[in-house]
């Protein structure tokens, strides 16, 4: 009977209308879903999770206009990509709680940064916000509250949202947009060009910003790549919206992106995504990251370095100090 009920509850979660022989194998998936699912529940009575921050920099000059903040959660030791787990408090309803503290807690480091290291200028903070969270009745009202909490500019926050997830509910999701940026918060369009569906009207949905996603900043040096980049940066004009490359990993696809006048970028070669206290590092510092960070002030990197390993203990922490680039030596 358990048997038969776990080939159904499998056969559901791959579509409607089909049928699963049971096997021992699929017993052992729902097994570890479900205890993941209990982990899951558990993390967020308890409040388990951290905070990560990736720089923004402006391509120009390397310096650190603002953060994304990345969700973390490390179960039994390991660390869970939030790409498995966010889909999943989605599916348990979980989200509208993840997604609030996520919320609350980045506007008021950031507001926290800012009064504290007026001299960096921060100007944005983004948030990851899933289609769920996006169309929940209560959502404008937990970001204005968040906003006022920490005494934030609405204008400093920066919602991200995909375009897949957009299309899930255009038209509920184009009206929480613009109750959003009429509060004065802006809308980014994450990992734009993967979903394409949003193109056609795109200039109707209101948008501050495209994210150009890492899989096209990587396909910029193969000799015969398409022309997508340019594409993106020229509908942005079009548009009036900024741009925002993900995944420079290169200094050539800085140079690059640069060059086709794409403005602000993140990726691995200005630095990983920090722990709370390694991104102030980088804030107090007020220095360019990345290939740029060499021309100035090497004496005062080079000992903002040595501070930030010695901060590292835990595994996220170990991971984004080593790779932390504030200056190449
Ligand atoms: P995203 O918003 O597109 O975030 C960018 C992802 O690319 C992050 O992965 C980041 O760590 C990674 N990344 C940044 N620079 C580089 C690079 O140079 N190279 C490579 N290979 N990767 C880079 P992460 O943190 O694992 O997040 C994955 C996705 O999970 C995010 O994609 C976002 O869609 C979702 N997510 C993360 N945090 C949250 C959150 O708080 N709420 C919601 N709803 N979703 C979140
Ligand atoms: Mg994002
Ligand atoms: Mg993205």
């Given amino acids: 009977m358990r048997d038969a009920d776990t080939a159904m509850y499998h056969a559901k979660t791959r579509g409607k209308a089909r049928h699963e022989v049971f096997d021992a194998d699929m017993h052992a998936r729902v097994r570890d879903r479900l205890s993941l699912e209990n982990d899951l529940r558990r993390a967020i009575i308890s409040n388990d999770f951290e905070i990560v921050y990736q720089p923004i920099v402006r391509l120009t000059t390397g310096m650190c206009v603002g953060f994304e903040s990345l969700i973390r959660w490390t179960r039994n030791g390991e ?107 802006k809308v980014y369009l994450d990992d734009f060009g993967t979903g394409y569906s949003s193109l056609s009207h795109l200039h109707k949905l209101p948008v501050d910003a495209l994210k150009i996603d890492r899989s096209f900043v990587a396909s910029l040096l193969l000799p015969d790549r398409p022309a997508i980049v340019e594409s993106i940066l020229a509908l942005a004009r079009t548009l009036n919206t900024s741009v925002v490359a993900e995944g420079i990993e290169s200094d050539v696809q800085a140079r690059e992106l640069e060059r086709l006048g794409c403005t602000h970028a993140q990726g691995f070669l200005f630095s990983r995504p920090l722990t709370t206290a390694l991104a102030e590092a980088v804030v107090m510092a007020n220095q360019p990251l990345g290939p740029k960070a060499d021309k100035r002030n090497r004496d005062l ?26 200056a190449r030596a």
């Fill in 79 to 185: 660390t869970v990509s939030p790409a498995t787990f966010v889909p999943i408090a989605e599916e348990l309803g979980l989200i509208d709680a993840l997604g609030t503290w996520v919320l609350q807690e980045a506007c008021c480091t950031f507001a926290d940064w800012q009064r504290r290291f007026p001299a960096a200028r921060l100007d944005c903070i983004t948030v990851n916000v899933s289609s769920r969270q996006l169309i929940q009745q209560t959502f404008v009202r937990v970001v204005q509250q968040a906003v006022h909490r920490a005494g934030l500019k609405p204008a400093d926050l920066r919602v991200e949202i995909t375009e897949t997830a957009l299309m899930d509910s255009p038209g509920e999701a184009a009206g929480v947009l613009r109750e959003l940026r009429d509060f004065g918060v």
């Fill in 301 to 326: 990197l080079y000992s903002e370095r040595l501070k930030l390993q010695q901060l590292d203990v835990d595994p996220v922490r170990q991971e984004a100090g080593a790779a932390s680039r504030f």
